[in-house]
Each structure stands twice: as structure tokens, then as C-alpha cells.
């Protein structure tokens, strides 16, 4: 029983060995004690709940089970019942209410619970009161019973949680750019060979895991850009082999999901989503003379490695130089990774690099970078402080390129 579980889950949850190994250890021997409390905590889409779900299906009978979302558990009332209703036969209930935790501890005390293993699941348990997991970690002990046992499942570390909540960690790691694209590959359409979609990965991959991580949302983005990406094979344009036709083709929907990541795009709001940004970046050519040099120095803080900066913007003297000869130059494909972040100094700095006059450092210029930021041309980043606010620019080159002329 132990080992076909674990198959099972590895074959269903890759990359996912060391805790399943762990749970499947510590929940299925029907001869050993459970343990009281596990607390399964990792980012967001990182497989924890599915596992633990699909683990307790594939227990079965063996096992009485509760799974339950905490975000709707907003009183003790509404969580309780929700684990006697799983638990415990209607004629059990008897219509029994539960406003406190002593209520609870008795209907499972009469029902016998002692008597049968039992695992209590609370998803999301951040969203709980402390003085709710405190006294459900404890639960085996007030119940005097070696087979419950209660996991917590959480996007946050239990080092939130008082010391006094004893638990078995259960760690669930973010996927790594190999795993991702490892997962991926395994929902390949069906009728498109397995060279078509690992080209289009190394394309999608590429472009969108530095700024997502999230597997679902993943999954999603990747389903929606490959329809667009095999257009041009459909309709003749191009055949397979031609990837740079292809990520030429597939370029402008790469940047505008980019800036759409979370947001459940579909391709029947594409055009309106392009429509948007259309008059999104024609309100910047209406902007202040400073804003439009700030905007500028944005999108070159954004779209420019850092380590470019001295060799574009710093003046140097006349005297001449011996000029090495250039290196051949390897062709590579350019990835779109989206903007990246840039600190309030570099700005400034760039700023004063590219504008011709002489400009003194004013409350107003500085007024200037709050007003691209209310517009939604500036994201801010960080948490307020001058000193430490991060921006990244949101506007694309050819809203730029038409404030340059």
C-alpha cells in the first residue's frame, strides 16, 4: 500500500520525492501512531495542497478525512461544524451546534473518535486565529488519541506562529526555471510533435519565469501563447523549423501579456487589452517637459543593464584611446524578460545624462516621478522610502521613441 502510493504521487507530483516520501512515511502505515501536528507551508502553486488531497484519496477507506479552506472559516462556529460534518454520520450531529472549542472536543469525544484514524486538514491556515491553531495543534492530546492527526497548510512560515505550537515542518520548495519547463512540457498538445513545444518553452520560459513563478498561471499563459505561436504554421506562412519567424511573430504578445501576468487574459481580450495600452501611451505625449525626460530615463533604466550605464552616459575626455578589435559577435535570440527594476539614484542619474540644460534638483522635479506614478507610466516598488523605492517603467518603446521626437 505504502509504495504504490508513492508511486502513484510521483508520477502525479514530479519533483515532489522528498515529500511525498515524508508524508506517505509519516500517514499511511496503518500500524504506526500519526502524528499530531504537520504544518506543510511553500509558495503559492507549489503542489502542496493538491499532494496532501490526492494522498488522502488515494488512503481511501482506511481513513476518515476533513479538508477544509480557512479563508471561509471566519467564525469558530463555521469551522467546527465544517470538520464534524466531514467526520461524523448525520446521526452523530444530532443538528449539535458549535460556538466553542469545548463544544467541539465533546461531539468528538461522544462519537467516539478515539476509536478510528483521522486526519484533519485546514488549507490556508494563515487565515485562522492564533488561538485556533494553538488549541487544533493540541487536538490529539485533548482527545486522547494516537491516530488523529491535524495539518496546516500555509503560504507562510510557521516562524509567524508562537514557539509554543509543536509541529512537524513539511517544506515545500518554489520550482526551479529546470522543473517548470520539465512540467510544462508534459501538457503538450496532443497533435503538435514534442520539438514544436520544446522550441516554443525555451521561447515562453525564457521570457515570462522571471516574472512568474506560479505553475497555474503558468500553465495558462503558456496554453494562450501557443495557440498564437503554431498561427503561422496553420495558416502556411512558415513551416516548424523557422523559430525566428515564429518569435517575431509571437513578440508583441509576449510583451502585452507581460504586462498582464495574474490577470486571466484570455485571446478574445487581447485587441481590447491592445486597444487599452494604445491609449494608455498616447496620454504620455501630453506630459510636463521634465516628466517626459523622466519617462524617457525610465525605460532606459529599465531596458539597459546597469553595467552599460558608464560606457552610454558617463563623459569622457578627448584623449585617444587604443582601441582593441571588436570580438566576433555570437548570434543569440533576445529574451523578453519584461522591464526590469531600478533604483531612485540610477533614475536621477540617467535623468541628468540625457537632458541638455543645466537642472537644479527641486521639490518640484522631484514631483515630477510621483505624477508618472499616479498615471500608472511608473510602477513603484519598495515600501515608500526615498532612499529605497525601486521603480520599473510600464510603457513600451514606441510610446518612448514618440516623446523622443
Known amino acids: ?26 500517514l499511511v502505515n496503518n500500524q504506526s501512531v500519526l502524528p499530531p501536528c504537520l504544518f506543510i507551508h511553500g509558495p503559492p502553486s507549489s503542489g502542496k495542497t493538491c499532494l496532501v488531497t490526492r494522498l488522502l484519496h488515494l488512503i481511501g477507506d482506511s481513513i476518515k478525512s476533513s479538508i477544509v479552506n480557512s479563508v471561509s472559516c471566519y467564525t ?18 444530532n443538528n449539535t451546534r458549535c460556538d466553542h472549542f469545548v463544544q467541539f472536543l465533546n461531539v468528538l469525544k461522544q462519537a467516539r ?88 518553452l525555451t521561447v515562453f520560459c ?3 519565469i522571471g516574472n512568474c513563478r506560479d505553475l497555474v498561471e503558468l500553465k495558462h499563459l503558456a496554453n494562450l501563447l501557443f495557440t498564437k505561436y503554431v498561427e503561422p504554421i496553420k495558416d502556411g506562412q512558415c513551416t516548424e523549423l523557422n523559430q ?7 513578440s508583441p504578445t509576449i510583451q502585452l501579456l507581460l504586462n498582464n501576468v495574474y490577470l486571466a487574459t484570455s485571446l478574445e481580450n ?7 495600452k494604445v491609449k494608455f501611451e498616447k496620454m504620455a505625449l501630453d506630459l510636463p517637459y521634465y516628466a517626459k525626460y523622466f519617462l524617457i530615463a525610465a525605460y532606459i533604466a529599465s531596458f539597459n543593464s546597469p553595467k552599460y550605464d558608464r560606457q552610454l552616459f558617463v563623459k569622457v575626455s578627448n584623449k585617444k584611446r587604443k582601441i582593441k578589435p571588436p570580438k566576433k559577435l555570437e548570434i543569440s535570440t533576445i529574451e523578453l524578460v519584461g522591464p526590469k527594476i531600478f533604483s531612485l539614484d540610477r533614475l536621477l542619474a540617467i535623468f541628468y545624462a540625457i537632458i541638455e540644460e543645466n537642472t537644479n534638483m527641486t521639490a518640484n522635479l522631484l514631483a515630477q516621478i510621483n505624477t508618472l506614478t499616479d498615471l500608472g507610466l511608473l510602477i513603484r516598488l519598495g515600501d515608500g522610502k526615498l532612499d529605497s523605492t525601486k521603480y520599473k517603467c510600464s510603457v513600451g518603446f514606441e510610446c ?3 516623446i523622443g521626437k
Open 1 to 26: 500500500m505504502n509504495q504504490f502510493v508513492k508511486d502513484t504521487l510521483n508520477l502525479d507530483f514530479p519533483f515532489r520525492e522528498a515529500q511525498v516520501d515524508l508524508l506517505c512515511n509519516l
Open 76 to 93: 469558530n462556529r463555521i469551522l467546527f461544524e465544517l470538520i464534524l460534518h466531514d467526520l461524523l454520520e448525520d446521526t452523530e450531529l
Open 113 to 200: 473518535i478515539q476509536n478510528e484514524r483521522v486526519i484533519i486538514v485546514l488549507d490556508k491556515c494563515e487565515m485562522l486565529e492564533y488561538n485556533q491553531i494553538h488549541v487544533l495543534s493540541k487536538l490529539q492530546e485533548l482527545i486522547k488519541s494516537y491516530e488523529l492527526c491535524v495539518i496546516f497548510i500555509s503560504q507562510v512560515s510557521p516562524t509567524i506562529f508562537d514557539e509554543d505550537i509543536d509541529f512537524i515542518p513539511v517544506i515545500f520548495e518554489q520550482y526551479n526555471s529546470v522543473e517548470i519547463n520539465e512540467i510544462l512540457s508534459k501538457e503538450k498538445p496532443k497533435k503538435w510533435s514534442k520539438e514544436v513545444y520544446n522550441n516554443f
Open 206 to 208: 525564457g521570457s515570462f
Open 244 to 250: 525566428n519567424l515564429l518569435f517575431r511573430k509571437i
Open 270 to 276: 487581447m485587441e481590447s487589452l491592445n486597444e487599452d
Open 400 to 402: 518612448v521613441n514618440n
